[in-house]
């Protein structure tokens, strides 16, 4: 099974920009979907944006589109959130997971994902 270890996360002012990354073990990743949530302090854990195998697909959360780019390295077993302009409603933990689906409503979901990193501390100031 998949292991994954995201880096990236830090401290970061608003409008400011971060990339994460979510390195992973195993010789099958290109034959996952990748998946990034978050979670705040005090809320449930959210769906931020998702990408199939073979990149064909990418979603995002309304929250985040037009900011936030996801994109994956096949050949370096990694996945990537690019994120812009970022804001304080943005700090977070940020966690990338593993799924067998590809379709959205699949990918939503946390109970899809086969496999979670430890995540990643994003923390951005106002």
């Known amino acids: 099974q998949v292991q994954l270890e995201e880096s990236g996360g830090g401290l970061v002012q608003a409008g400011g920009s971060l990339r994460l990354s979510c390195g992973a073990s195993?010789?099958?990743?290109?034959?996952?979907?990748m998946v990034w949530f978050r979670q705040a302090p005090g809320k449930e854990r959210e769906f931020v944006a998702a990408?199939?195998?073979?990149?064909?697909?990418?979603y995002y959360a309304d929250s985040v589109k037009g900011r936030f780019t996801i994109s994956r390295d096949n050949a370096k077993n990694t996945v990537y959130l690019q994120m812009n302009s970022l804001k304080p409603d943005d700090t977070a933990v940020y966690y990338c997971?593993?799924?067998?689906?590809?379709?959205?409503?699949?990918?939503?979901?946390?109970?899809?994902?086969?496999?979670w990193g430890k995540g990643t501390l994003v923390t951005v100031s106002s």
């Open positions: 990408i199939t195998g073979s990149a064909r697909y990418v």
């Open positions: 997971a593993a799924s067998n689906y590809y379709r959205q409503y699949n990918l939503l979901k946390e109970s899809s994902m086969i496999t």
């Open positions: 195993g010789r099958t990743f290109s034959s996952y979907s």
